[in-house]
């Protein structure tokens, strides 16, 4: 009945192939080959760190280009992907998590991580944050949190705190804020840290432990937007007068009650992995259903199981 | 117009003598509750005709609530082509009171009520209209099988009363009782076969006539009996698609039911999201990610996914996306039948976002459809929008089964180092460039990325005038070049007349019929279907030139300025003042003496003005 010939040939490849060394024989990544586009941030952005450390955890860790992909949503912190020499997308507001989750599900081969800010993550994204979370979906994310939308020019976002003087709240904000570590717990979030980008050591730290977790790792990244609002952070600066405080070393990271009591701790709080426990991940669990799913039809191609569907439909 | 039909009918009054007459097909409308499992007994009709050789087309209600209400299945049989699910019913089974009061009229002057005497009081004045046999099918059904679960089993009780009174094969219904009800309790089937056979005893034929269906034409090869959905989910897998994303909303959910059974067994999966949103997102991520991906929804979420579906556009990503179509706007007529979803598929996104969009036009269609879209998406980095409806969705044919081996295909994506790769290289013929997907190895270590801001070839943004331009451009040639490669649809009935009914989607069936029906009688029209809606085939000017009307029927509402939302795309596209609308918006699919009413009197006014 269909008037067109269904099936199509496969889109042939004109590009050459290429010989390139073999894995064993590549070296680490630098950062010149790391370094994309020139970026757009303000000067003295608190981004640049994060952009900085994440050349370094790669270079460490010895991913090469095509082992990862970089996602993000909108916002300052979304350009995130066109400072990174590597597959990326840049997609659309809030939407970064569900985006990377389609990469991480059908594709175990590759290290997912996700670029955020407070506003994509929390606002617009706030719903995918809780349900990636309690999926425990595997993948890195990375909120650089400023308390204010930036790339819009300072208007409230759901974490500037109360009274904070906007665009939007010329007056001081009205909305009581978002804490990311409650947040994060409560939606089931198997790993939760924090860090701040004044502490570039502390920030690699983290962003290694995340990316070794396996299962859903989330680090919320104190990263100042010297625009539009200055010296945010400083109390966490001991370089401004403030106090970098450490998550105390007894502390047991599968304590979901202690680590929401750390969460809850008044500004600025404390600095660390908060909270880490081993859950199955989404991806282990789609796995399963799959084999047990194929083990019924082992030996058999793809149209020899589909055909078995449309037996039972004559 | 005549309103004749050529095929032979059950009718002549009330007989005397119980007689056999044989037909060439019937329509039988069962009225019952939600939960009577009346759509067992359809289902059970439809499949038997798929194996007699028989064409099948079911149509069915179902109420928008969670639990109950009223609900009807009507099964049209035929030895020859089935084309609509019938206007009017030669035998109403009613259940209850509100199934015979509400139903009567869809049945054909003196058709046949076969109702529920446990439940049904008769009508003395529609007495002299329609034959009324009445039997205590719940009682019976009780006695048959024992009476402790209410009115459960009375379904297949009624199904073997139909079997007596068209003489249907008995061995292979009772081989269906076998295949649905086997694998459960033994005592299931036992009992489904005890309550079918006492049916069958019952003695109708000293009622009423019974029929017998006239020998259809051998066929070569099996038919298969499915409903769109089913079609259309079975289609995806064949094409290759092995990663899909959705929410539940009615009429969707079935696919994404099916998908979520099926995929794991082939190594895929499909993902229940939090919403509607992240069901498109995540579906980009994948196809992004290298293997074309689907997603799906009806009415709220195709609004919900409509940035997200830009996005695919702007950066080149392949996606299907089904749009199971139902009443709007808003939550609208979540069970009922609407094409009303054509100018959001088409234009739905800010910004000029060319897509594709294709429309099957029965249940056999959809499961091609479905392989095609996959192969343009993936061919044309594009997203391609399949649109289906209620109708198509949930009513039940049997087509030639498909060569399977033939038609699976693999899309693997493929890894293999690349030397150098532009995403959006603008030097590309027609604008179309291969993908290079994550995990591919670039060796002259400069990386794509897809994104959403206008780009430059590498996918950098850019905010160069010129670029936004060639860009676009870009965009647009890839459809125009596929426009190109679509063929011209075929005109049913002859090239030049009077009259051109033009329809898309379910509607072809019903538009088919009138046609026929018309022509019988004598009146110069032809029809013609359009598959492919955006782009649309090169072509219809040549068609439209052969016919001084040309009257588009769909099944949604006339607009502000008179016309349809595809003779509105038809007129902007051909400025021809010959195109006109014939629309209704009443949630129900077109019966085909509705539209040749609705032929009459628009060429009536068109007389007069």
């Excluded at chain 1, 590597?86 to 996700?114: C, E, N, T, W």
Aim: hydrophobic share 40%.
């Amino acid at each position: 009945m269909s008037q067109t010939l269904s099936a199509m040939p496969a889109p042939a490849t004109n590009l050459a192939v290429a010989s390139p060394l073999p894995d064993n024989e590549r070296k680490p990544l630098t950062k010149k080959e790391l370094a994309a586009d020139h970026p757009t941030w303000c000067p003295g952005c608190g981004d640049f760190s994060v952009l900085a450390l994440y050349f370094k955890l790669i270079e460490k860790r010895k991913l090469q280009h095509e082992k990862f992909t970089t996602i993000s949503g909108i916002g300052c912190s979304s350009r995130f992907p066109y400072f990174v020499q590597a597959h990326g997308a840049h997609f659309i507001h809030g939407r970064a998590l569900p985006f990377a989750s389609g990469i991480s599900l059908s594709r175990p081969d590759l290290h997912v991580f996700a670029f955020s800010g407070d506003g994509d993550a929390f606002s617009i994204g706030g719903n995918h944050f809780n349900h990636t979370a309690r999926k425990n979906i595997k993948m890195t994310l990375v909120v650089m949190d400023n308390w204010v939308y930036g790339l819009t020019k300072k208007q409230t976002s759901p974490t500037s705190p109360l009274g904070f003087k906007s665009k939007t709240d010329q007056w001081g904000a009205l909305d009581f804020p978002i804490n990311p570590m409650k947040q994060a717990i409560a939606a089931g979030a198997t790993f939760v840290a924090r860090t701040t980008h004044t502490n570039p050591n502390h920030v690699l730290q983290m962003m290694e432990a995340a990316m070794d977790h396996d299962g859903f790792s989330f680090i919320e990244c104190l990263s100042e937007c010297v625009e539009f609002y200055e010296g945010a952070f400083d109390s966490s600066n001991p370089r401004k007068g403030g106090v970098f405080n450490l998550v105390p070393p007894d502390h047991d990271v599968t304590d979901e009650l202690e680590a929401y009591k750390l969460a809850d701790s008044p500004f600025p709080g404390y600095f660390g992995v908060l909270y880490k426990i081993a859950r199955p991940t989404k991806n282990a669990k789609e796995a399963e259903v799959n084999r047990n799913a194929m083990e019924k039809f082992k030996g058999l191609k793809d149209w020899q199981i589909l055909q078995k569907n449309f037996d039972r439909m004559k | 117009m005549s309103d004749s039909t050529t095929t032979t009918q059950p009718t002549g009054g009330v007989p005397r003598v119980p007689r056999v007459s044989k037909v060439s097909e019937a329509v039988i409308r069962i009225a019952g509750n939600s939960q009577d499992g009346i759509q067992a007994i359809g289902g059970f009709l439809a499949r038997l005709a798929g194996r007699s050789e028989q064409e099948v087309m079911t149509f069915m209600t179902i109420p928008s609530t969670i639990s109950g209400g009223p609900s009807i299945f009507q099964v049209r049989i035929g030895s020859g082509e089935v084309l609509s699910a019938g206007d009017e019913a030669d035998i109403l089974l009613a259940f209850y009171q509100h199934s015979y009061e509400d139903h009567i009229g869809s049945l054909k002057k003196g058709g046949i009520v076969l109702y529920d005497s446990d439940h049904v009081e008769l009508k003395p004045e529609w007495q002299k209209d329609y034959h009324h046999v009445g039997i205590p099918i719940s009682s019976l059904t009780v006695e048959a099988i024992g009476g402790t679960a209410k009115d459960k089993g009375k379904n297949i009780y009624a199904l073997g009363l139909v079997a007596r009174m068209f003489d249907l094969n008995v061995p292979k219904l009772e081989a269906l009782i076998h295949e649905r009800f086997g694998g459960k309790d033994q005592s299931i089937v036992k009992n489904a076969l005890s309550a079918f056979h006492a049916g069958y005893s019952y003695c109708v034929g000293d009622l009423i006539e019974t029929f017998r269906f006239a020998e259809s034409e051998k066929r070569e090869g099996a038919q298969v009996v499915m409903n769109g959905n089913e079609a259309l989910g079975y289609g995806l897998i064949a094409a290759g698609v092995r990663f899909g994303a959705g929410y539940p909303i009615t009429p969707w959910s079935d696919i994404m039911e099916l998908l979520r059974r099926e995929l794991p067994k082939y190594g895929g999966s499909f993902i229940q999201c939090e919403d509607e949103i992240a069901s498109i997102s995540m579906a980009i991520g994948a196809s992004y990610a290298g293997r074309v991906a689907v997603t799906g929804s009806s009415g709220p979420g195709i609004s919900l996914k409509t940035e997200a579906l830009g996005w695919a556009v702007m950066a080149e990503v392949p996606l299907v996306i089904c749009d199971i179509q139902r009443g709007g706007p808003s939550t609208g007529m979540p069970t009922n039948v609407e094409q009303s979803d054509l100018n959001i598929a088409c234009f739905g996104s800010h910004g000029d976002a060319p897509r594709v969009v294709i429309a099957p036009a029965n249940v056999e269609d959809c499961f091609y459809t479905a392989i095609e879209a996959v192969n343009i998406a993936r061919q044309y980095n594009v997203p391609v929008i399949i649109l289906s409806d209620q109708a198509i969705a949930t009513r039940i044919e049997a087509f030639p089964e498909p060569d399977l081996e033939k038609l699976c295909q693999d899309i693997t994506p493929d890894l293999t180092p690349v030397a150098n790769y532009k995403p959006y290289d603008l030097s590309a013929p027609d604008g179309i460039v291969p993908r290079v997907v994550p995990g591919t190895r670039i060796a002259n270590g400069k990386y794509p990325i897809a994104t959403g801001l206008e780009h430059d070839e590498m996918g950098h943004p850019t905010g160069s005038p010129k670029l936004h331009q060639q860009m676009t451009t870009k965009r647009r040639k890839k459809l125009q070049a596929l426009a190109a490669t679509l063929p011209t649809p075929k005109i049913y009935g002859p090239p030049e007349g009077n009259v051109l009914l033009v329809g898309w989607g379910s509607t072809q069936g019903p538009i088919r019929e009138a046609v026929d029906r018309a022509r019988a009688a004598g009146d110069s029209i032809s029809g013609l279907t359009l598959r492919h809606l955006n782009p649309l085939p090169d072509g219809l000017e040549n068609i439209f030139s052969g016919f001084h009307h040309v009257l588009v029927v769909e099944l949604n509402d006339e607009g502000l300025y008179g016309y349809g939302q595809l003779a509105g795309l038809l007129r902007a596209r051909f400025t021809d003042p010959r195109i006109r609308g014939v629309n209704k918006s009443d949630g129900l699919t077109w019966k085909v003496r509705d539209i040749l009413e609705r032929v009459r009197t628009t060429l009536a006014t068109l007389k007069k003005t």
